[in-house]
């Protein structure tokens, strides 16, 4: 390899990496959070840069041939999204409070399209240094960056929905969020429990879209598993009334949560449900849907 096309794969490289790295960081959802992790994934965004930049002096060379192992890329890319989901899936069973399925395949989903990014970024930046050296490199660089933070920022809940504080009470022994029937709880000394420390907050949805998202079961469990993760819970593997529960008013399509956090604060509360990611598979729009049946009706007649 020439020295000019060695800086270039370099600078590529370099900027791919920075960008798993920035990526790269435990939040709420907890995961990674482990050391083994961090460097499994760094490790891959390395890879991923080399072969985005690696593809610059491959193409000037010219060889062509050289660039279809992109297409072998691909597919390690998405053996990336199977790990992620079967980690994820193991992990489960030991969880407490669930994080649910569709929660689990957006995280799986995130890890491989994270590595295009990278792959982008160090193709997008060697290409600049190819062509305009490092001062162009580095301005591609920065560009790229910021528009990977911004593609992988997705819609949270306090986007699509309001989120307000709800009364917990009891009608018999069925506990309920603002009449939203939650759980049956037998135990008198439970239920005292539930009203003393417990929290409750109604999600009241800003559309019909918004409405048609939180009626999913899995938006709902990533809901309930984020106030967990945030709040703390006093849940354990004996006391199942205590689980964070998310249910829908059939009705009015908002949704009552409970939690029996470990520390009471409402507003910490209202803050992490506000923060759940609005889920890939979750996401539907039935008011577009709706525009386009009416259009296609008036057409018909």
Known sequence: MQPDYLVVVLIGVIAGTLVRIILLRIDYRQYPGYPHGYLTHTALGLIAAALGAVAVPAIFKPDYAAVTFLALAAQQFREIRNMERKTLESLERTELVKRGLDYIEGIARTFEARNYLVMGTSFVTALAAQFGGLPAAVIAAFIAIVVSQKFMSGEIIGDICEVVPARLDFTGSIL??????????????????????????????????????????????????????????????????FTPLARKNPDTGEVGLYILPVEKDMEQLIAAVKLTPVLESARSKPLEASTSIRTVFKKVN
Do not use: C, W, Y
Not at 211 to 222: E, F, K
């Open 176 to 241: 309920q969020v603002e009449g939203i029937g939650m759980i049956n709880v037998g135990l008198k000394s439970i239920r005292n429990k539930i009203l003393q420390d417990g929290l409750a907050v109604l999600i009241k949805p800003k559309d019909g879209n918004a409405r048609a998202t939180i009626h999913d079961i899995g938006q709902r469990m990533a809901i309930a598993f984020t106030a967990a993760v945030i709040m703390g819970t006093k849940k354990d593997i004996d006391i199942p009334e």
